[in-house]
């Protein structure tokens, strides 16, 4: 792991007050809309979130640290996975969101990839993996809203293990509808357990870590 750390300061709730005035409106997207959602784009878009500081220690080069996260099959068990089973002796692509049912993971970033996933299989990608510091019956729920089938594997990290190892955790602690702990929004491709590419974005901002871009890393 890295010893070196880069430290970013940003607005806290970036992951969805960040660029708004670009987020597709919720009325007209293709997805299914609740009273939840809304509340919460109502209020990222009219409350004021103090800044955060936060650092990462991950890199590119670093072999990522075991961690373990869950997931719902699709006969609706509860199974485990690992860092190691995604990674070892594969190229796979791991990219996080802030939070599940919020607008531009919903909406953009978490879509992208489901509908890239083939172009990125084509070029020796085995696994597409979204994580998110939300329990597995939140992803579960949020899997189903979309529609999304099997091309991404949408992993929980409840507890935000893994997100803390990598030094990726975003504090939305202070915030009116509360988040608490997250995760930074990236994507990274690793190959047999080690990064080779890492899109790290500031906060949730979405400007450099969706499918196409990590076509274009390819």
């Known amino acids: 792991m890295a010893a ?17 005035h670009n987020y597709l409106p919720l009325a007209s997207s293709s997805y299914s809309v ?9 209020l990222l878009h009219h409350h004021s979130i103090k800044t955060s500081t936060i650092t990462a220690i991950i890199s590119v080069g ?8 869950s997931y719902f099959d699709s006969d609706g068990e509860l199974q485990t996975t690992s860092i190691s089973d995604l990674t070892k002796s594969k190229k796979t692509i791991l990219f996080a969101v802030p939070g599940a049912f919020t607008p531009t993971c919903s909406q953009k970033h978490l879509p992208g990839f489901v509908e890239k996933s083939s172009e990125l299989k084509a070029k020796g990608v ?3 993996a979204c994580i ?21 594997l949408i992993l929980s990290d409840g ?6 190892a990598i030094g990726c955790e975003l504090d939305l602690s202070d915030n009116p509808i509360g988040l ?33 871009d990590m076509l274009a890393a390819l």
């Open 4 to 20: 070196a750390a880069t430290s970013l300061t940003f607005s806290a709730f970036s992951c969805a007050t960040k660029h708004h």
């Open 34 to 42: 609740n009273p939840i959602r809304n509340l919460r784009s109502r």
């Open 62 to 69: 670093d072999k990522l640290p075991e961690s373990t996260l």
């Open 126 to 128: 085995n696994t597409i």
């Open 132 to 152: 998110s510091v939300n329990d597995a019956f939140v992803l579960k729920a949020w899997k189903s809203d979309l529609k999304i089938g099997d091309e991404v």
């Open 159 to 164: 507890n935000g293990d893994f997100t803390k």
């Open 180 to 212: 608490g702990v997250r995760s930074r929004r990236y994507a990274m491709l690793v190959e047999d357990g080690v990064v080779k590419v890492l899109n790290l974005e500031e906060g949730g901002a979405f400007t450099s870590s969706s499918a196409q």
